[in-house]
């Protein structure tokens, strides 16, 4: 079995949204039932992560009240802080995860063509693109965002119970105060 650590910034870094996408059950911060991987083992390890790409929030999501959901831009900017989160997953599930992402059941990556050229455009939906951030313990680190750069996604204020979750998973993530968690979004959109 091979595992990946998968890394996170938005909604997910709520460990309970994240296993309702693992073990497939209905979130209470947005009242939708999720699929569930095929393989139900919870993660095996979760640590906290620093992206150095521009987290922002775009779309018009139907599961978070018609917000935006949040993205990161493709390419890596040296004074960018984006607090994340990894999870170490099988390659399965995380094929799982990322279909779920994008309304399917799962995607089918190459993970040679992801290996060799750190990025990789799997099937239509919002999250189309996988990114692969480096290696942690000789395993992938590996990602999904939309396929299209930052500028060229419709941006949108994401809604209070998406950032709530957010906030909850930044407090359990990377122990900040609920306060200092709104800070750090207020930096990406107006949370006012």
């Known amino acids: 079995m091979q595992y990946v650590w998968y890394a996170c910034y938005g909604s997910n870094l709520c460990r309970e949204r994240f296993l309702c996408y693992i073990i ?9 039932k999720y699929k569930g991987c095929r393989n139900h083992a919870y993660p095996v390890d979760d640590q906290p992560f620093i992206f150095s790409h521009p987290l922002y929030f775009a ?8 917000g935006g959901v949040a993205f990161i831009d493709h390419t890596p900017v040296q004074s960018e802080t984006t607090l994340g989160r990894l999870y170490k997953i099988t390659e399965e599930q995380f094929c799982d995860v990322a279909g ?17 050229t750190k990025s990789f455009e799997i099937e239509t939906g919002w999250y189309g693109r996988v990114l692969y951030l480096g290696r942690k313990d000789n395993l992938p680190i590996v990602t999904v965002t939309a396929k299209r750069k ?5 941006l949108n204020k994401p809604s209070q119970q998406y950032i709530d979750t957010i906030v909850a998973g930044l407090i359990e993530t990377h122990g900040l105060s609920a306060q200092e968690a709104c800070n750090y979004l207020e930096n990406r959109f107006p949370v006012g």
């Open 150 to 154: 930052m500028e060229e996604m419709p």
């Open 24 to 32: 497939g059950k209905q979130f209470a911060g947005n009242g939708k």
């Open 100 to 116: 779920q992402e994008n309304g399917k059941a799962t995607m089918d990556i190459d993970w040679d063509i992801l290996n060799t």
């Open 59 to 66: 779309h018009h999501s139907s599961s978070w009240q018609g």
